[in-house]
């Protein structure tokens, strides 16, 4: 079972910047589809952005132009830059395949809290 680590999170006024890393225990992203997911109280886990293995990225519309997600294979890393944030934004950020594991394994996720 890979391991998955997400960092950098933290407390950001609207408007601001944030990069989130995420961590493998494993090379994984050669072979599979890579994904930043984000879960607000109350609400449902989404699924925010993905990246294939040939660095094709897709992006939810409500973060579409303002997050860019990227990886580091080498490092077995994967990124996620937010710029503009909004107070909406606010959640706990995951990173993990794309689709999740049938095994249902997340990491610990990383808190964003977009606030003034």
């Known amino acids: 079972q890979v391991q998955l680590v997400e960092s950098g999170g933290g407390l950001v006024q609207p408007g601001g910047s944030l990069r989130l890393s995420c961590t493998a225990s494993r090379s994984i992203f050669s072979l599979n589809a890579m994904g930043w997911y984000r879960q607000a109280p109350g609400k449902q886990r989404e699924l925010v952005a993905t990246?294939?293995?040939?660095?094709?990225?897709t992006y939810a519309d409500s973060v579409k132009g303002r997050f860019t997600i990227s990886t580091d294979n080498a490092k077995k890393m994967v990124y996620l830059q937010m710029n503009n944030l909004k107070p909406e934004d606010t959640a706990v950020y995951y990173c993990?395949?794309?689709?999740?594991?049938?095994?249902?394994?997340w990491g610990q996720g990383t808190q964003v809290t977009v606030s003034s």
């Open positions: 993990n395949l794309s689709p999740p594991p049938p095994s249902g394994y």
């Open positions: 990246i294939t293995s040939i660095y094709r990225t």
